[in-house]
């Protein structure tokens, strides 16, 4: 089972940027969804999520400019971002809470995460 993230690159202050996830693999059903960043010489930190349901949670410091989403069809989770800031520049993360068919309980991944930079 992998998660695999793409979408990053380089974009200038202000602007957008969209990041995708996929999870591939013998998946029967995924659980909560996320992205977490990491920035140089910081600590992972979280940034949103989103339930099987579509409930969705924020960081404050991404409140109003970034939005999480997902396909539970194409097993895919997705983060919209906008008015990004040079304190956005950082690896971004998903991971997610994912079941095995012949498993009865979930497991935790993260994927390999994908570069954003934003120049001021």
């Known amino acids: 089972v992998q998660l695999q993230a793409y979408g990053g690159g380089l974009v200038q202050a202000g602007g957008s940027l969209g990041l995708s996830c996929v999870a591939s693999g013998n998946i029967r059903s995924i659980n909560d969804m996320a992205w977490y960043r990491q920035a140089p010489g910081k600590q992972r930190e979280f940034v949103a999520d989103?339930?099987?349901?579509?409930?969705?949670n924020y960081a404050d410091y991404v409140k109003g400019r970034f939005t999480i989403s997902r396909d539970n069809a194409k097993n895919m989770v997705y983060l919209q971002t906008s008015g990004l800031k040079a304190e956005d520049t950082a690896v971004y993360y998903c991971?997610?809470?994912?079941?095995?068919?012949?498993?009865?309980?979930?497991?935790?991944?993260w994927g390999q995460g994908t570069q954003v930079t934003v120049s001021s």
């Open positions: 991971n997610a809470e994912l079941r095995y068919y012949g498993r009865s309980s979930y497991s935790n991944r």
């Open positions: 989103i339930t099987s349901g579509g409930s969705t």
